[in-house]
């Protein structure tokens, strides 16, 4: 449509997620049908040399070292902040009072009442947000929550889901925001995409019972003297659904090996479903209606039958990357900007999340069952 409206994007942060997002924009404005086109007008990072490279490497129109340059920038529609933990309320808040739409890397906030807090601002700004869980816009997770809710796995029995990487097994590796308390520890920083997907795919969970360890005890500052770290480098919890099901997630980001192990099993009354990240353009499926001596898991694989994947490809099998996952999420949020759905995965959806961590930290400390 050439005579759409352009929103204007301000990124804040240009590491690893700063990264995706600067990707995703330039994806999902080739790929998809959107009632904005997609200008990426200014970045901000804390040195001249980070921002000016990402400018340069991204197209940005230009850059700043002062993130408030993007907020105090008329022409600026959309903030998105891919910046440490700690710094996303500070930096949301004063976006949302500029009037800006706001896009927040997750966690959206290391508490839950920080989180609420900006989630009512926006809601009485009446500006649209979107929190980066963008593991959920994958096709097959859509396909999965499609046969859950169909009823083709029957009454929904358990539920096991794991999200574990290995970037923080080096005990040796500097204290840094991920070791800050304000950071969140892995409970809030891997934890919340397997939260995110067990109620994505079965509904509320209406209670949990955690085990939050501490497994590397100390790590050394940037001078080199001992930091204490207090934060969990592995969780898990018991959970129980609204629905009547059971089910466990563990949060993991020692676990030697493991790259990017998002999983889940779903087991019914008359089939299963099974899922690694690690293979996401696949998802296995148990079926009891086989006949006996034919039953087991067979594969169902990407194609262009699951949308948004034709978009993409016209050819099933090829597969879709990290980057257009954070693509597809970022045209869901400009439809919704747009005014063509609700905000698929808003503050408010990002406080639920904050939430069920806080409360599995706290059953940890209680030794106790809490209810949600």
Known sequence: MADR??????????????????????????????????????????????????????????????????????????????????????????????????????????????????AQAAKAASVVTQVGFNYLCNPMMTLAKQMIEAGELGEIRSYRGIHAEDYMTDASAPHSFRTDPVGGGVLADLGSHALATAEYLLGPITGVMGDCVTAINSRPRRDGSPAPVEIDDVSRAFLRFDNGASGSIEANWIATGRKMQHDFEVHGSKGALIFSQERFNELHFYSTEEAPGRRGFRKIEAGPEHDPYGMFCVAPGHQLGFNDLKAIEIAGYVGAIGGQHPEPFGFDAGTRIQMLVETILASSAAAAWKTI
């Not at 049908?33 to 001249?48: F, I, K, N």
């Not at 440490?84 to 839950?112: D, F, R, T």
């Open 5 to 118: 409206k352009t929103l204007k994007i301000g990124l804040i942060g240009t590491g690893f997620m700063g990264q995706a997002h600067a990707l995703g924009y330039a994806t999902a404005e080739k790929v998809f049908d959107m009632p904005y086109g997609l200008s990426l007008h200014r970045v901000a990072d804390v040195t001249e040399e980070a921002a000016a490279r990402a400018a340069h490497r991204y197209g940005f129109a230009g850059w700043t070292t002062d993130w408030r340059d993007l907020l105090a920038d008329p022409e600026i529609d959309v903030i998105d902040i891919t910046a440490p933990n700690a710094l996303h309320k500070e930096m949301a808040l004063a976006a949302i009072a500029a009037g800006k739409h706001v896009y927040c890397e997750k966690p959206l906030a290391p508490l839950s009442a920080d989180a609420r807090e900006m």
